[in-house]
C-alpha cells in the first residue's frame, strides 16, 4: 500500500522500508495509510518552508543531468557553509529539494492513527457472518 501511495515520486526507500512500514501499520486501513503517505510527501516541503539556513551544493543539472550545477538546500544554522536566509529568497531554480527518506514516513506513521480498531473488525466479521457474506 505504501509503495502504492507513493507512485513515481521520488524517494530513497528500498524494499526492505516498505516492508517495516508494512509491519508498523498493521491494522491501518488503506485510507489510513493514503494519508500517512500524503504527509510523508509534504515533509520535505514543510523543512524548506520552515528552513532559516540554506547552503550551496553540486548536485546534477535539471537541463542535462550528466552536469553538475550549484543549487540551494536546507541546512543546519550550525552548518559552516550555511548561510541565513528564508525559502522565499531562493529562485525556485536554485532549490535542492530535501530528498524524501524513511525518518520522514517514520515520522508521518507516528502522526497518523489507525481509524478502524481491532473490536470493528471483530464486528463486521461477525455482522457478515450473521447477515451476509463477503463475495
Not at 2 to 21: A, I, M, R, S, W
Not at 93 to 119: N, R, W
Amino acid at each position: 500500500m505504501f509503495e502504492l501511495n507513493v507512485g513515481k515520486t521520488p524517494c530513497t526507500l528500498t524494499p526492505q522500508d516498505y516492508h517495516t512500514l508494512g509491519q508498523m501499520t498493521d491494522g491501518y486501513s488503506g485510507s489510513d495509510i493514503a494519508i500517512a503517505v500524503r504527509d510523508a510527501l509534504m515533509m520535505p516541503i514543510r523543512k524548506v518552508q520552515a528552513s532559516t539556513h540554506f547552503k550551496w551544493v553540486d548536485a546534477p543539472s535539471r537541463a542535462d543531468p550528466t552536469k553538475l550545477t550549484k543549487h540551494l538546500t536546507p541546512c543546519s544554522p550550525g552548518d559552516p557553509a550555511a548561510m541565513e536566509m528564508g525559502w522565499e529568497e531562493v529562485e525556485s531554480d536554485q532549490l535542492l529539494e530535501p530528498i524524501l527518506g524513511m525518518t520522514d514516513f517514520l515520522k508521518a506513521v507516528k502522526s497518523v492513527k489507525p481509524t478502524v480498531s481491532a473490536d470493528d473488525v471483530v464486528e463486521h466479521a461477525k455482522f457478515t457472518m450473521e447477515f451476509g457474506s463477503e463475495g
